[in-house]
């Protein structure tokens, strides 16, 4: 290589490993690749324990540090997350990257007003005056749309409904101007009417600000809503990427597949349901064969003797299955 | 003694549930009440699946405990296979017997120092039935919903996933013969993938015991799957009650179109380009006079802010929605004009 | 739906092997839990002390010498020394471990009971029960459980059954508590929900889905309570109104060595140490009970 080559992802996470340590170790998440570009969403599709929300937190080194055992790269907007030293992590937390949460409570601080909070974040990564950053702090509150923001400003977390709260912690976490948002399943706590005013404002903000988003979500309807494009993780690993629309369209994976029909989009009374049989793994070894095999109608004897293979059909769609292997061999 | 099957009395014209005007207040001291369920009538027909949908504070997990006793009604009454419920023809011990409910937390609703077995057979032995015979039946019980007995009836509810629970509390509801089963958010909690699986479960079960559903639920694409009629609850109130597809199709209350179009749309070509209501619904405890949803909805006149509409027939006879726009004289500009008499 | 038709013969049920219950569990985490397990071993060879007492100590705990007043620890034939009257210590010790953990054990046991019994009552019936009969025992625990045992004791008289009285009456108040607060918690669960729902009556619902997810957490709180009750079980005798001499009894020993205090301070401390490390070792053993018992499955 003749130059140091530049990259422009804004995350390039490759071959990520997560281990808890404890009474019984817990193989998270094994052996995730993905790139976020500038400006883009990713939604991150997967069930309770498929390793989503913890591939998230790694993101913003969120996890114990004590019992965890991280591997692998994590380059987010050009910086090695993983050796951010205390004070360059601290800087990095907010400014580049910063988190919004199911449960606002894990955000907001209930003994702060909303505003003491936001100019609160403002403060520490900018040189502000406090009464400059109250300032930016009502700026933010009108670009969340929180109704009479100046009263909000005021106000403290529980005085605020649901969805205002919400919106309140997306400010928060917009305070210090970041390149990335996480989102950890913000809507999934929401009724069906402000989920949708959530997810458009998220998609509105992402776009007028020019962030990078990944979204981590259980429900594809919401993914579908935010996302350019979608990762489907399955017992720590993603089974499948690609864009929103060759996921939904043309899904590959037989796991997706399964997710797709169990949504009930579209599906008739009566009908029995394509269900998925039985449950996801333990985690408690990590795989050295396709993790899917025991629930897939389709599985062959190459499935319990090695892992599969990662197929890549196209840009940026990558297929972890061997059926996906044998079509392109087939098609050949 | 055996616990004998429970004869149709009414005949099949006659409602499985039938609740009028109930109500259920909770003081919050200070004056203030909250109007959780404010005389709801509906009626669940024998055989059929009853969805019930609506948001936080719509009152519907209210109404699934006063319909199962749980909670008793301040006002109005109940009649099950016309009978009245807690009456003299028909005690709430038996009634309850008729009657069961599967809740939403698979972990919170087994006791977790019995087994599985003996917490499916605590019902029938509460009836008289006895113990052996009631750990028979939960055995075959299990089988019925999909666990091997030999593998899971001795086993504490902390060792069985989460899709695994739910199905024995669909078994215990099952224990003691019931004819109609309330289903409070039962699959909610359960990941997509298992969801499907006790979805199928419940069509069995209903086809197999011959049930009565009331499936509560905030996921609109489960209850359309699952259900003959729907009904839309918004403050304690009913506002549309339905056939499934018709409701879906041609929604007549404006909340319940907002309640749809507030589903996300699962075409990335076609994506939700504007949120049907803004703001977050209003708690129940000093809800708006006239219309409930008036303040929020896009077709409000003097009318509804006075006015508090009933729930009205509309279209075909099958439908009923409580909007002012459906009836013809309400003094609503978008009300059918009154049919001029002859 | 079909009836189970009763058989003619007897039903025959066959039997399931039972996997591992709550408390294997139980017993599976505390094992691995090395200082409880030490305290346990501490607080049964303390009991296994006291039980054998009279095969255990080398000497009569009553037998006096004038001559070998306040010897220091290590005197030979007195390996713990001997008291302001001559006695072996260590028999005393030995002998008084029987009276003090009787009144640390048994007031507790019998306020576990009668607490139990009130809380759970209050708990699960709620409403003005709850309020009138969890207010009452509200006017006993506002007291200082030392006062309210000294007052009880100085009013009822001296001697051990009085004292007994009175540190039984000093601990139904805080376990009535804790029993009312783990079941209002057990009350508001949905399987307590789906009994009532299956139209059981509220005392085979206690009975059934109640105690057994009661018992074991107001059971913990009470062994904490153990080394509270001997400490003022002798504090009482300290203050002449529990045992009466000669009857070895740590806090009597401590009251009567007291004077010693600068004559013989190892062997005045004793009864002290003795306290101390029964009721540490108590402490321990219901802290790790616990955590043990606090995990899901």
């Known amino acids: 290589?003749?130059?140091?080559?530049?990259?422009?992802?804004?995350?390039?996470?490759?071959?990520?490993?997560?281990?808890?340590?404890?009474?019984?170790?817990?193989?998270?998440?094994?052996?995730?690749?993905?790139t976020l570009e500038p400006g883009k969403v990713l939604g991150i599709l997967g069930e309770s324990g498929s390793g989503k929300s913890v591939t998230l937190k790694t993101l913003l080194r969120l996890l114990p540090e004590s019992r965890t055992d991280i591997g692998g790269s994590v380059r987010v907007d050009g910086r090695d997350v993983l050796a951010l030293n205390p004070q360059d992590l601290s800087d990095y937390r907010g400014a580049v990257t910063s988190m919004i949460f199911q449960d606002p409570a894990l955000a907001l601080d209930p003994v702060y007003t909303v505003g003491e909070q936001i100019a609160e974040a403002i403060v520490r990564h900018e040189k502000l005056s406090m009464k400059a950053a109250m300032a930016r702090a009502l700026e933010l509150l009108e670009l969340v749309r929180i109704p009479s923001p100046a009263r909000r400003l005021k106000a403290y977390p529980h005085e605020m409904s649901g969805g205002m709260r919400q919106r309140a912690m997306i400010a928060l976490a917009l305070a210090a101007r970041p390149k990335l948002l996480l989102a950890d399943e913000p809507t999934t706590a929401l009724d069906a009417t402000v989920q949708i005013q959530i997810l458009l404002l998220l998609r509105q903000l992402q776009r007028d600000l020019d962030?990078?988003?990944?979204?981590?979500?259980?429900?594809?309807?919401?993914?579908?809503?935010v996302s350019d494009r979608l990762a489907v993780m399955y017992a720590g690993q993603i089974v499948e990427t690609g864009t929103v629309r060759e996921l939904i369209r043309d899904p590959r994976h037989p796991y997706t597949k399964g997710l797709l029909a169990a949504n009930l989009h579209?599906?008739?009374?009566?009908?029995?349901?394509?269900?998925?049989?039985?449950?996801?793994?333990?985690?408690?070894?990590?795989?050295?064969?396709?993790?899917?095999?025991?629930?897939?109608?389709?599985?062959?004897?190459?499935?319990?003797?090695?892992?599969?293979?990662?197929?890549?059909?196209?840009?940026?769609?990558?297929?972890?299955?061997?059926?996906?292997?044998?079509?392109?061999?087939a098609a050949a | 003694m055996a616990l004998e099957t429970h004869p149709d009395r009414g005949g099949p014209g006659t409602p499985l549930l039938q609740a009028k005007t109930l109500t259920k207040h909770f003081p919050l001291g200070g004056g203030a009440v909250v109007r959780a369920v404010d005389g709801v009538d509906f009626a669940v027909m024998k055989g059929e699946t009853l969805g019930v949908v609506g948001e936080s504070g719509c009152g519907k997990s209210t109404t699934a405990r006063v319909v199962m006793q749980l909670l008793p009604q301040d006002k109005g009454e109940m009649l099950f296979d016309g009978e009245i419920v807690g009456g003299q023809a028909l005690t709430l011990k038996e009634y309850r017997r008729q009657a069961q409910m599967v809740f939403q937390d698979s972990y919170a609703s087994l006791n977790p120092r019995l087994t599985i077995e003996d917490s499916i057979a605590f019902g029938p032995t509460v009836h008289g039935v006895s113990k052996a015979n009631?750990?028979?039946?939960?055995?075959?019980?299990?089988?019925?919903?999909?666990?091997?007995?030999?593998?899971?009836?001795?086993?504490?509810?902390?060792?069985?996933?989460?899709?695994?629970?739910?199905?024995?509390?669909?078994?215990?509801?099952?224990?003691?013969?019931?004819?109609?089963?309330?289903?409070?958010?039962?699959?909610?909690?359960?990941?997509?993938?298992?969801?499907?699986q006790v979805l199928n479960l419940l069509a069995d079960l209903r086809e197999e015991f011959g049930l009565t559903y009331i499936f509560i639920s905030h996921d609109l694409n489960v209850v359309r799957f699952i259900s003959d009629r729907v009904m839309v609850m918004y403050l304690g109130e009913v506002v549309e009650i339905g056939p499934v597809e018709e409701l879906y199709g041609d929604p007549r209350h404006p909340y319940t179109r907002a309640l749809l179009s507030a589903m996300p749309s699962m075409d990335p070509d076609n994506r939700t380009m504007e949120a049907p209501l803004a703001g977050d619904p209003p708690n129940p405890i000093n809800p708006p006079e006239g219309c409930r949803f008036h303040p929020r909805c896009p077709h409000a006149q003097t009318v509804c802010a006075k006015v508090k509409p009933i729930l009205a027939t509309v279209g075909d006879g099958t439908r009923q929605a409580a909007c002012h726009m459906q009836v013809p004289g309400s003094g609503h500009s978008h009300a059918p004009a009154l049919e001029v008499a002859a | 739906m079909t009836a189970i038709t009763e058989s003619s013969g007897p039903v025959i049920v066959p039997p399931l092997a039972k996997s591992p219950g709550y408390w294997a569990g139980v017993w599976r985490r505390f094992k691995t839990d090395k200082v409880a397990v030490g305290a346990g071993l501490v607080v049964l060879a303390i009991i296994l002390m006291a039980i054998f007492a009279d095969y255990v100590a080398p000497a009569d705990p009553t037998r006096s010498s004038m001559l070998r007043r306040l010897r220091p620890i290590g005197t030979p034939g007195y390996p713990?020394?001997?008291?302001?009257?001559?006695?072996?210590?260590?028999?005393?010790?030995?002998?008084?471990?029987?009276?003090?953990?009787?009144?640390?054990?048994?007031?507790?046991?019998?306020?576990?009971?009668?607490?139990?019994?009130?809380?759970?009552?209050?708990?699960?019936?709620?409403?003005?029960?709850?309020?009138?009969?969890?207010?009452?025992?509200?006017?006993?625990?506002?007291?200082?459980?030392?006062?309210?045992?000294?007052?009880?004791?100085?009013?009822?008289?001296?001697?051990?059954?009085?004292?007994?009285l009175s540190l039984t009456i000093v601990f139904i108040p805080p376990i009535a508590r804790i029993a009312e607060s783990?079941?209002?918690?057990?009350?508001?669960?949905?399987?307590?929900?789906?009994?009532?729902?299956?139209?059981?009556?509220?005392?085979?619902?206690?009975?059934?889905?109640?105690?057994?997810?009661?018992?074991?957490?107001?059971?913990?709180?009470?062994?904490?309570?153990?080394?509270?009750?001997?400490?003022?079980?002798?504090?009482?005798?300290?203050?002449?109104?529990?045992?009466k001499?000669?009857?070895?009894?740590?806090?009597?020993?401590?009251?009567?060595?007291?004077?010693?205090?600068?004559?013989?301070?190892?062997?005045?401390?004793?009864?002290?140490?003795?306290?101390?490390?029964?009721?540490?070792?108590?402490?321990?053993?219901?802290?790790?009970?616990?955590?043990?018992?606090?995990?899901k499955g």
């Open chain 1, 1 to 34: 290589m003749s130059m140091p080559q530049t990259s422009t992802s804004l995350v390039e996470i490759t071959n990520l490993t997560v281990r808890f340590r404890g009474a019984q170790t817990v193989h998270a998440v094994n052996g995730v690749s993905l």
């Open chain 1, 211 to 225: 962030m990078g988003m990944l979204f981590v979500t259980h429900d594809i309807g919401v993914a579908v809503e």
């Open chain 1, 266 to 329: 579209g599906a008739k009374k009566g009908e029995r349901l394509e269900a998925i049989p039985g449950a996801p793994p333990a985690l408690t070894e990590p795989p050295n064969a396709c993790s899917f095999a025991p629930r897939c109608k389709f599985v062959q004897e190459r499935c319990r003797a090695a892992l599969p293979p990662a197929v890549q059909l196209g840009e940026g769609r990558v297929v972890r299955c061997i059926l996906a292997e044998q079509a392109l061999v």
């Open chain 2, 134 to 196: 009631a750990i028979l039946k939960a055995r075959d019980l299990l089988q019925r919903v999909g666990l091997d007995p030999a593998r899971f009836a001795a086993r504490y509810p902390h060792e069985l996933s989460g899709g695994q629970r739910q199905r024995v509390n669909i078994a215990r509801a099952l224990a003691l013969g019931p004819r109609l089963v309330i289903l409070d958010e039962a699959v909610s909690a359960l990941d997509k993938s298992v969801e499907a």
């Open chain 3, 80 to 164: 713990l020394g001997a008291d302001e009257l001559g006695r072996d210590m260590l028999s005393r010790l030995i002998h008084g471990a029987r009276l003090s953990l009787f009144m640390g054990v048994v007031p507790v046991f019998i306020a576990f009971f009668i607490g139990s019994v009130i809380g759970v009552a209050a708990g699960f019936f709620g409403g003005k029960f709850n309020t009138i009969t969890m207010r009452t025992v509200d006017v006993f625990y506002a007291f200082p459980s030392v006062l309210l045992a000294i007052a009880l004791s100085g009013a009822l008289g001296a001697g051990i059954t009085n004292s007994l």
């Open chain 3, 182 to 243: 783990v079941t209002t918690q057990v009350r508001g669960m949905d399987y307590v929900e789906a009994a009532r729902a299956s139209g059981a009556n509220a005392l085979t619902i206690i009975r059934v889905h109640v105690l057994g997810n009661v018992l074991g957490p107001i059971f913990v709180y009470a062994t904490s309570l153990i080394s509270v009750s001997m400490i003022l079980a002798s504090g009482l005798s300290f203050l002449g109104l529990g045992t």
């Open chain 3, 245 to 295: 001499p000669p009857t070895p009894e740590w806090g009597l020993m401590l009251n009567t060595l007291r004077t010693a205090i600068y004559v013989q301070p190892w062997v005045a401390a004793l009864p002290g140490a003795a306290i101390f490390i029964t009721s540490i070792s108590f402490n321990l053993l219901s802290d790790g009970l616990r955590s043990a018992m606090d995990v």
